[in-house]
Structure formats: structure tokens, C-alpha cells
T-cell receptor, first 109, second 116 residues
Framework: ELKVEQNPLFLSMQEGKNYTIYCNYS?????LYWYRQDPGKSLESLFV?????AVKQEGRLMASLDTKARLSTLHITAAVHDLSATYFC?????????FGEGTQLTVNP | DTAVSQTPKYLVTQMGNDKSIKCEQN?????MYWYKQDSKKFLKIMFS???????INETVPNRFSPKSPDKAHLNLHINSLELGDSAVYFC???????????????FGDGTRLSIL
């Protein structure tokens, strides 16, 4: 059974700082996704990573995938308050996605 | 022009009642999903349909019954509601399944179910 672990689960950081969220998964996968969820809202797709070494960037967020280590990272550069949300990684295996527990990010002024 | 729409957005009901949640997508996708998000925000797949055919049926009480009348709709009926059913239920859709589905799933806004 595929297991997906994110850490940290809670992250409080100051504006302007950098940080990385980690997503480890237990078995071989052919695709990995990052989603953002604002409180009381839906999930918004951020990145799709399909191959070893894939790196994608959007604004202050950059995601990477190392399939050999079964690890994806979501790096936050110079955080701003608007990035406060819960971030989920989701790993594809066969016909299903398995989600991590989510990382609740709070960016303080 | 909402892509994945769920109704109702909020559902407050008594234990023991039967209720339904409806989901429709206008993205032309062939696969639809139901997820349950608990109070700790953990998201778990419940069901998935591809071209109206059930392809994922997780260990969910048989009080939960999905129905897909066509590719664009996936409804969820719940019998004899229990306190533990309180959660947010998300519908999602995507094109293709497995390795052929490299596009992300698109989620609806969720249905917040509260059992009294």
C-alpha cells in the first residue's frame, strides 16, 4: 500500500524567509502533484511532476521530484502572507492518487 | 462557467437520515472521484468512475452508494447517516486514468456535511 508522508505538518514562518516542505512516498510512482487549499475552500493544482529530476517553478514556489529517493520538495522563497494555506502532495499509483497529510503554512508579517 | 460543481455546499441533518450530494463537471473529463476530508484535513479517496464504470471502491461502509448516470455526473447517496460521517466531501474529475492521467484532478468546492 502506498504511503505518503509530508513534513513538517505545521509551519509558521516570517515573511521574507525561505523554507522547504518535504513529501516522501513508499513505492514507485509515475506522477506527483502539489495542491494548495485555502481554509474552507477547494484544492487548487499547483504543479505536476512526471519524471525524475523534474523541476517546476511558479512565482515564489518551486517543486522538484527525485523518483529514486521517492522524494518531492516544495521550496518557498521569500515568503509572503498570501502564501498562507495548506499544501498537499499527492502521489499517483495506478488509477488512484494518495494524498499526504498536508502542511499547514502560516506566514507572519 | 464552474468546472466541477457540487450541491449542496452545506448539509446539516439528523442522524439516521438519508441524503444525496450531486456533482457535475463541464470539463469533458472521463473520470470522476469522491473524496472525504476529515476534521484533520486528511483526504481519502472513496470512489472513482471512468466512463460511468466503477474503478475504485475503497473500504467505505455500504451505506455510501455512488451513481454515475453519465460521464459528466457522479452523485453520492448516503443512507442512515452517522455522527462519524461528518466531514467535507469533495468531488473531482480528470481525463484518463493511471499513467495516462498526467493532468491534475480538478476539485469541486466541497460539501460540508454535519450530522446532529
Amino acid at each position: 500500500e502506498l504511503k505518503v508522508e509530508q513534513n513538517p505538518l505545521f509551519l509558521s514562518m516570517q515573511e521574507g524567509k525561505n523554507y522547504t516542505i518535504y513529501c516522501n512516498y513508499s513505492t514507485t510512482s509515475d506522477r506527483l502533484y502539489w495542491y494548495r487549499q485555502d481554509p474552507g475552500k477547494s484544492l487548487e493544482s499547483l504543479f505536476v511532476l512526471l519524471s525524475n529530476g523534474a523541476v517546476k517553478q511558479e512565482g515564489r514556489l518551486m517543486a522538484s521530484l527525485d523518483t529514486k529517493a521517492r522524494l518531492s520538495t516544495l521550496h518557498i522563497t521569500a515568503a509572503v502572507h498570501d502564501l498562507s494555506a495548506t499544501y498537499f502532495c499527492a502521489v499517483g499509483s495506478g488509477s488512484r492518487l494518495t494524498f499526504g497529510e498536508g502542511t499547514q503554512l502560516t506566514v507572519n508579517p | 462557467d464552474t468546472a466541477v460543481s457540487q450541491t449542496p455546499k452545506y448539509l446539516v441533518t439528523q442522524m439516521g437520515n438519508d441524503k444525496s450530494i450531486k456533482c457535475e463537471q463541464n470539463l469533458g473529463h472521463d473520470t470522476m472521484y469522491w473524496y472525504k476530508q476529515d476534521s484533520k484535513k486528511f483526504l481519502k479517496i472513496m470512489f472513482s468512475y471512468n466512463n460511468k464504470e466503477l474503478i475504485i471502491n475503497e473500504t467505505v461502509p455500504n451505506r455510501f452508494s455512488p451513481k454515475s448516470p453519465d460521464k459528466a455526473h457522479l452523485n453520492l447517496h448516503i443512507n442512515s447517516l452517522e455522527l462519524g460521517d461528518s466531514a467535507v466531501y469533495f468531488c473531482a474529475s480528470s481525463q484518463g486514468i493511471g499513467a495516462g492521467s498526467n493532468q491534475p484532478q480538478h476539485f469541486g468546492d466541497g460539501t460540508r456535511l454535519s450530522i446532529l
